[in-house]
């Protein structure tokens, strides 16, 4: 075992988080998102919701501040109108983490199944939120 790991953490995420590089991307999948289907690397974490996710992955994975918005959200669908609500909350969490965080980059929901597709992971968690899913931008570790 280790210390100050989140449980929710399991050893595959730790392993796949270690193993990203600067600018690698992962997905943090709501339970509607076709996970299987475009993960290069799957990650289950059924039972679990994306913003325990967040909270458990931010403060190991620093965001990428060298790009203006290291975070990405599926926009909601034309004439769809929903308004999630999730995404104030994703707000509050990122702004913990990450202390240059500006805004979200909102991506079409096919060119986010694009980029979805060349992500290093997908981590498909239990959440019922519509428009839930989450694309984070690996930064560097400073000494």
Known sequence: MLRNIPSIISPELLKTLAEMGHGD????A???FPAATVAQRLLRADGHGVCDMLEAILPLLPLDEYVDRPVAL?????GDTTKPAIWKKYRDIIRVYGDKFIDFDMVERFEFYERA???YA?????EKA????IILKKGVVRG
Not at 74 to 78: D, E
Not at 130 to 133: E, P
């Open 117 to 119: 597709k060349r992500a």
């Open 122 to 126: 997908v981590v498909a968690t239990g």
């Open 130 to 133: 519509l428009y839930a899913n």
């Open 30 to 32: 709501d339970g509607n």
């Open 25 to 28: 991307e992962i997905v943090i």
């Open 74 to 78: 599926m926009q909601v669908v034309p």
